[in-house]
């Protein structure tokens, strides 16, 4: 296994780390912001997840002279007028509590039918790699469920049911069934397909 390449996921996320060394694995050694020692919380400013994925490949690429892929991911529920976007990680008003970001959405959507609980997640992958940059994106479509359903996973997964399932949630799904169909799946499946192609 020594000769795999390495690449830098511009991460910390222990679950989205599990998640991609899961399906890169077998290509390359996928290493951490914390592997390469770069300790900054990089700031996502940007107004979308494209920008925001850019931002964070651009700055490992600068500051540690790593080829790198990072990737940004936003909840888009169509009753809330695309919320929380770009704000997904912190729409209950503390960064990274997603019990309170998952309070929010069910308030917020209390009197929404399920017929109109129509939301996708969207994945923004930034790759630079010998001074160029690639871009791919992948996209699950589903629900948002009125309660959690599931202990799985992270983030929204217990309130959102895709639709290519079985009527689980994502938190009820295995980490491979998730993959096979999830948003970050598909645009590290983009991601991994362009690598293979070199
Ligand atoms: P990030 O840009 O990938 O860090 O994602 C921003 C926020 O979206 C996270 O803090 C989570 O709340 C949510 N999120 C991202 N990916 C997933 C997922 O696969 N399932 C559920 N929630 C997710």
């Given at each position: 296994m020594t000769d795999r390449k390495k690449i830098v996921f511009?991460?910390?996320?222990a679950h989205k780390l599990e998640e991609l060394r899961q399906i890169m694995g077998d290509q390359y050694q996928v290493l951490s912001l914390a592997d390469i020692n770069c300790h900054e919380d990089i700031?996502?400013?940007?107004?979308?997840i494209e920008g925001n994925a850019r931002i964070k490949a651009e700055y490992v690429k600068q500051h540690y002279g790593y080829d790198c892929f990072s990737d940004d991911t936003g909840l888009e529920i169509d009753a809330l007028?695309?919320?929380?976007?770009?704000?997904s990680a912190r729409?209950?008003?503390?960064?990274?509590d997603s019990e309170r970001n998952i309070d929010k959405v069910l308030r917020l959507m209390a009197d929404v039918p399920l017929e109109r609980r129509t939301a996708h997640f969207r994945t923004a992958i930034c790759l630079i790699r010998d001074g160029e940059e690639h871009l791919f994106e992948g996209r699950v479509d589903g629900h948002i469920l009125t309660e959690r359903h599931g202990t799985g996973g992270f983030g929204y997964d217990s309130i959102f049911r895709p639709i290519?399932?079985?009527?689980?949630t994502f938190a009820q799904m295995s980490g491979e069934e998730k993959n096979a169909i999830s948003h970050r799946g598909r645009a590290v499946a983009a991601l991994t397909a362009f690598l293979r192609q070199e």
């Open positions: 511009a991460t910390n996320n700031p996502e400013t940007a107004p979308n007028g695309g919320e929380p976007g770009v704000m729409y209950g008003g503390v960064a990274h290519e399932g079985d009527g689980r």
